[in-house]
T-cell receptor
């Protein structure tokens, strides 16, 4: 099993450009999450999904959109990138939100917005 | 709003030393608490998960404790090794945001030979 994979690994954007980050998991997990990690801020939840076709806002959703058209994929979109969106983005998945379940994380995507 | 704090922010110890990392959280109504390890440029790996009804979990040289009433957890690493050098993150699930992880800022651990 590949676990959770993220594409691309690194990207440089100019302000105003758009892009989509792809997350894929092969563990048949229902729940998927997008986090961003910034120095001194820890990881913060952007959006999450509790199943195919569903999405919900997390702690810092502004400037991002997501889609879960297939159970194994969770896409994070930036319509008009801003320098404040420079960060490391992590995708995670879990079987459920039960108290005994952990989340499995991808390797991250480093995004630099100039 | 749940807040998670980790102390210290950074720790440097010689190889072989036993050490303790601390985590505190403001809302005791949690479902579980997890400790993660993050290597530079990598994703997060779950080390230990303690459910709210449990007091501790052990895995090899790692032992994590949970005192829900006081909002505290500790991660004890025995006989530290250079390979333990990484950032350790504490995260809680539950409280006001059921099912979603709230992370601390992490402790950067360096174990020197």
């Amino acid at each position: 099993n590949a676990g959770v994979t993220q594409t691309p690994k690194f990207r440089v954007l100019k302000t105003g450009q758009s892009m989509t980050l792809l997350c894929a998991q092969d563990m048949n997990h229902e729940y998927m999450y997008w986090y961003r990690q910034d120095p001194g801020m820890g990881l913060r939840l952007i959006h999450y999904s509790v199943g195919e076709g569903t999405t919900a806002k997390g702690e810092v959703p502004d400037g991002y959109n997501v889609s879960r058209l297939k159970k194994q994929n969770f896409l994070l979109g930036l319509e008009s990138a801003a320098p404040s969106q420079t960060s490391v983005y992590f995708c995670a998945s879990s079987y459920s939100m039960n108290r005994g379940e952990t989340q499995y994380f991808g390797p991250g995507t480093r995004l630099l917005v100039l | 709003k749940q807040e998670v704090t980790q102390i210290p922010a950074a720790l440097s110890v010689p190889e072989g030393e036993n050490l303790v990392l601390n985590c505190s959280f403001t809302d005791s109504a949690i479902y579980n608490l997890q400790w993660f390890r993050q290597d530079p440029g990598k994703g997060l790996t779950s080390l230990l998960l303690i459910q709210s009804s449990q007091r501790e979990q052990t895995s090899g040289r790692l032992n994590a404790s949970l005192d829900k009433s006081s909002g505290r957890s500790t991660l004890y690493i025995a006989a530290s090794q250079p390979g333990d050098s990484a950032t350790y993150l504490c995260a809680v699930t539950g409280g006001t945001s059921y099912g979603k992880l709230t992370f601390g800022q992490g402790t950067i651990l360096t174990v020197h030979p």
